[in-house]
């Protein structure tokens, strides 16, 4: 895999920016991405999923939506995965075709579900019997039909972190795989819907392939039995939650070496295992990869304000805060943070924090990382997905720019906001 984050020279580049140059000229704290490492992402998907037959890539839109990178994301020719009238509109904005979208989350409005009928959505996933009759009310009174696919909960370990696991009969996601017969049965003689998939979703970074291959085995089964109801569909949405690898994302001598048991899912075992599930009848298969599209392609670029040595502790207080990258304050996430230019300074065992008044407010606790001083840069690595889009003006801090990189050429996709924007 080719990687356009990398170091040259001991400095670190995004494409063909060296990243301080970056900082320098949009200032700090700064989300930078690479375009072709998007495009890089996307093209590995494409190619080790080409011996499925009829697979489309829903991009999932919470993963990053700013809307120049869903241009691009559009333009190598992926659907959009929504989840809320704002994501329809940014999708739309961007490109993406009305019937390449799919709808999903489990608290849809009123005024969500009238947004995406009006703009001829091409399919609406719905998480409850409740919610069916509210999507067959909204479209008859629309005079629609509305395409449904049912999300069922296969009740399948994703092997994740729990705040990020979905596909349990415990977590609030879908329908029961024992009640859903029912469902699909209701939902099949409802006059305003056309139901035409099933969809599953069971978590997000996920490394293994067994939970997949889990749900796709459960998903047979539960389609056996509608068809033993006389109820066909033509479409199977697997969800997103291929993983990424968070550690090591740069390796260099002069950089710690990150231990890891981290395991890397294995691309090719997980398309054949979609092949030889689901492939054979002919259905339509989707996928709604978020992470694994933008999380690599993303780096914040943060200042060293000080250096506080506190019982025994030292402190690397940065720029950047929790409120501009939650994944570690959410989840305990371990990012890797690397210096801008790589020096033969010793290594020493920091923690890395935000000014935030929170004590979740780290980016890493007791990390090895060669020494750094105020005024020093720093790279968290990894966070273009759930980085910017967790984002928040908590503290009343404004949020960051965000800027794209393609080759030598770099430029704003979203202005630092300013003081007037926080009234
Ligand atoms: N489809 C559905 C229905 C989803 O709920 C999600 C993610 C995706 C697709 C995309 O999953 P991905 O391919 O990105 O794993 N904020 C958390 C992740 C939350 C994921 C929520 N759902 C984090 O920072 O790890």
Same mark, same amino acid.
């Given at each position: 895999?080719?990687?356009?984050?990398?170091?040259?020279?001991?400095? /670190?580049?995004?494409?063909?920016?060296?990243?301080?140059?970056?900082?320098?000229?949009?200032?700090?704290?700064?989300?930078?991405?690479?375009?072709?490492?998007?495009?890089?992402?996307?093209?590995?998907?494409?190619?080790?999923?080409?011996?499925?037959?009829? /697979?489309?890539?829903?991009?999932?839109?919470?993963?990053?939506?700013?809307?120049?990178?869903?241009?691009?994301?559009?333009?190598?020719?992926?659907?959009?995965?929504?989840?809320?009238?704002?994501?329809?509109?940014?999708?739309?904005?961007?490109?993406?075709?009305?019937?390449?979208? $799919?709808?999903?989350?489990?608290?849809?409005?009123?005024?969500?579900?009238?947004?995406?009928?009006?703009?001829?959505?091409?399919?609406?996933?719905?998480?409850?019997?409740?919610?069916?009759?509210?999507?067959?009310?909204?479209?008859?009174?629309?005079?629609?039909?509305?395409?449904?696919?049912?999300?069922?909960? +296969?009740?399948?370990?994703?092997?994740?972190?729990?705040?990020? $696991? &979905?596909?349990?009969?415990?977590?609030?996601?879908?329908?029961?795989?024992?009640?859903?017969?029912?469902?699909?049965?209701?939902?099949?003689?409802?006059?305003?819907?056309?139901?035409?998939?099933?969809?599953?979703?069971?978590?997000?970074?996920?490394?293994?392939?067994?939970?997949?291959?889990?749900?796709?085995?459960?998903?047979?089964?539960?389609?056996?039995?509608?068809?033993?109801?006389?109820?066909?569909?033509?479409?199977?949405?697997?969800?997103?939650?291929?993983?990424?690898?968070?550690?090591?994302?740069?390796?260099?001598?002069?950089? !710690? &070496?990150?231990?890891?048991?981290? !395991?890397?899912?294995?691309?090719?075992?997980?398309?054949?295992?979609?092949?030889?599930? /689901?492939?054979? $009848?002919?259905?339509?298969?989707?996928?709604? +990869?978020?992470?694994? /599209?933008?999380?690599?392609?993303?780096?914040?670029?943060? =200042?060293?304000?000080?250096?506080?040595?506190?019982?025994? =502790?030292?402190?690397?207080?940065?720029?950047?805060?929790?409120?501009?990258?939650?994944?570690?304050?959410?989840?305990?996430?371990?990012?890797?943070?690397?210096?801008?230019?790589?020096?033969?300074?010793?290594?020493?065992?920091?923690?890395?924090?935000?000014?935030?008044?929170?004590?979740?407010?780290?980016?890493?606790?007791?990390?090895?990382?060669?020494?750094?001083?105020?005024?020093?840069?720093?790279?968290?690595? &990894?966070?273009?997905?759930?980085?910017? $889009?967790?984002?928040?003006?908590?503290?009343?801090?404004?949020?960051?720019?965000?800027?794209?990189?393609?080759?030598?050429?770099?430029?704003?996709?979203?202005?630092?906001?300013?003081?007037?924007?926080?009234?």
């Amino acid at each position: 895999m080719t990687s356009h984050i990398r170091y040259d020279n001991k400095k /670190l580049f995004v494409e063909d920016i060296p990243a301080a140059l970056l900082a320098e000229k949009y200032g700090t704290p700064l989300y930078v991405y690479s375009s072709n490492q998007i495009a890089e992402q996307f093209r590995i998907l494409k190619d080790t999923f080409d011996i499925v037959p009829n /697979l489309k890539f829903l991009y999932a839109l919470k993963a990053n939506s700013n809307s120049e990178l869903l241009k691009l994301i559009s333009s190598l020719g992926a659907g959009a995965d929504t989840v809320s009238a704002g994501e329809i509109f940014l999708a739309l904005r961007s490109g993406f075709a009305p019937d390449s979208i $799919s709808f999903a989350g489990v608290g849809k409005t009123d005024y969500d579900l009238d947004f995406a009928l009006d703009r001829g959505i091409g399919t609406i996933i719905a998480e409850s019997d409740e919610e069916l009759r509210a999507i067959s009310e909204r479209a008859a009174a629309m005079s629609k039909t509305a395409n449904v696919s049912l999300r069922i909960n +296969p009740d399948v370990d994703a092997r994740t972190h729990p705040h990020i $696991s &979905t596909g349990l009969k415990e977590n609030k996601f879908g329908i029961n795989i024992r009640d859903a017969v029912g469902s699909a049965r209701a939902a099949a003689k409802m006059k305003n819907i056309r139901l035409v998939g099933i969809h599953s979703h069971i978590g997000s970074q996920i490394t293994e392939v067994e939970p997949f291959a889990e749900a796709v085995n459960s998903i047979r089964e539960f389609l056996a039995k509608l068809s033993r109801d006389g109820i066909e569909v033509s479409q199977i949405d697997l969800g997103g939650g291929i993983g990424v690898r968070y550690k090591n994302a740069l390796k260099d001598r002069l950089l !710690p &070496t990150e231990t890891s048991e981290e !395991p890397s899912i294995d691309l090719r075992t997980l398309a054949k295992v979609v092949k030889d599930g /689901l492939s054979s $009848s002919g259905y339509e298969i989707l996928m709604e +990869p978020g992470r694994f /599209l933008t999380a690599e392609s993303g780096i914040l670029l943060t =200042r060293v304000l000080y250096r506080k040595e506190s019982s025994g =502790r030292t402190f690397v207080i940065v720029d950047a805060g929790m409120n501009d990258m939650m994944r570690h304050a959410l989840y305990s996430a371990y990012h890797q943070v690397v210096p801008v230019e790589l020096g033969e300074k010793a290594f020493e065992l920091v923690d890395i924090v935000g000014p935030v008044c929170e004590s979740t407010d780290v980016f890493a606790a007791q990390r090895e990382i060669s020494r750094v001083d105020r005024g020093d840069l720093l790279a968290i690595m &990894t966070v273009g997905a759930y980085g910017y $889009s967790l984002a928040s003006n908590y503290n009343s801090r404004l949020k960051p720019a965000e800027i794209l990189v393609d080759k030598d050429y770099s430029r704003i996709v979203r202005d630092r906001e300013n003081l007037e924007d926080l009234v």
